[in-house]
């Protein structure tokens, strides 16, 4: 929920940083070295997630060309006529496709201004969650006007898969857990990657105008692939507003309300937003890695034994994945005065 106060608070201007100032981790002794490495590469992390709840990341071992190919797919999407798109737009009772949310050409504090494209985790044709209608469970949607993109975009989010899987084992090792800790909630994950266009804001819009309002990631952890055109900015926990510009080659990744909770609050979420002031047009692509549909997430209890009490309360992942599917507003193209809620 967006209260009055971070209302308030996204409208402060975001200053220039070092990108030192956003810690940059190097993934590859995790991967491929033994116990100390991969244990010094955790405890990076977890002071990464304890700070800030923001890093870069490097030697991640995904391959350059994989990545440049969901981006040229996004790219050939995203410039199709509006009318093409319209054949795959989501809606309440199809959660996958494309989304347009806003008018750049009528903006106010309220607005939003992007196009989303929603892939999430294939099923085979008889697993038996496809029959249930449950909104989690569906099948893909796929633009027969660009060439293997199910293709790319499919293999891409396998290999997301794999290197969240990995990040959740640093995450258990920076909190004193053994590394598997939380791989029993992730048997059947439906996570999604967004393909993500920011067309640039009108020249001399205030800083109250955004692509993508102030907000906080629900589920456990995302890894954002920036194009060249930056325009992310995040919330510091002193208060500060920063941006974060791409660093070639690298993921930017953050923890989410769920790594949040489980912590018990040691790793905090962070609030971020979007403004392309660039002139150009911004590509990126977050892959939200989620826990199972049935599993509740609260605070570990070996951390609330170490706390002494239990700073969050339980959260069903399905009932909260529902209320924001639910909540997202899907504006048809043509209906140019409509605003977001």
């Not at 071992?61 to 050939?76: K, M, N, Y």
């Not at 992730?186 to 692509?211: D, H, R, T």
């Amino acid at each position: 929920m967006v209260t009055d106060q971070v209302k308030d608070d996204d409208r402060q201007i975001a200053e220039a940083i070092a990108v030192s100032e956003v810690p940059l981790i190097d993934f590859a002794p995790f991967l491929n070295g033994g116990a100390s490495e991969r244990q010094a590469v955790a405890e990076q992390i977890a002071r990464a997630c304890e700070t800030i709840g923001f890093f870069y990341l490097t030697g991640h071992g995904v391959p350059p060309e994989l990545r440049g190919a969901v981006f040229d797919r996004s790219a050939e999407f995203f410039h199709l006529p509006m009318a093409e798109k319209e054949k795959v737009r989501v809606t309440d009772e199809w959660n996958r496709g494309w989304i347009y949310s806003g008018n750049p050409e009528k903006l106010d504090a309220n607005s939003r201004v992007f196009e989303q494209y929603r892939i999430q985790r294939e099923f085979d044709p008889d697993d038996p969650d496809l029959k249930t209608g449950n909104v989690f469970f569906q099948p893909n949607r796929w633009p027969p006007q660009v060439d293997g993109f199910d293709r790319d975009c499919m293999t891409y989010y396998d290999a997301m898969a794999r290197l969240s899987a990995e990040l959740l084992h640093a995450f258990a090792l920076g909190l004193g857990l053994p590394e598997d800790r939380f791989d029993r909630y992730f048997q059947k994950s439906v996570s999604q990657i967004s393909l993500m266009y920011y067309p640039p804001l009108p020249e001399g819009a205030g800083n109250e105008i955004k692509n993508l309002s102030a907000h906080a990631d629900e589920g456990p952890v995302v890894i954002l692939a920036q194009g060249e055109i930056g325009g992310l900015e995040l919330k510091t926990v002193d208060g500060r507003w920063l941006a974060a510009p791409p660093v070639p080659g690298a993921y930017t990744v953050n923890i989410g309300n769920m790594m949040m909770w489980w912590s018990n609050g040691r790793y905090k979420s962070t609030l971020h937003r979007v403004r392309n002031t660039s002139a150009q047009e911004r590509f990126s692509i977050p892959f939200f890695w989620n826990a199972d549909q049935d599993v509740v997430v609260e605070p570990l209890p070996e951390l609330v034994e170490r706390d002494g009490q239990a700073n969050f309360p339980p959260v069903h992942v399905a009932a909260l994945l529902s209320r924001f599917y639910k909540s997202s507003v899907y504006i048809p193209f043509e209906d140019k005065d409509a605003k977001p809620a």
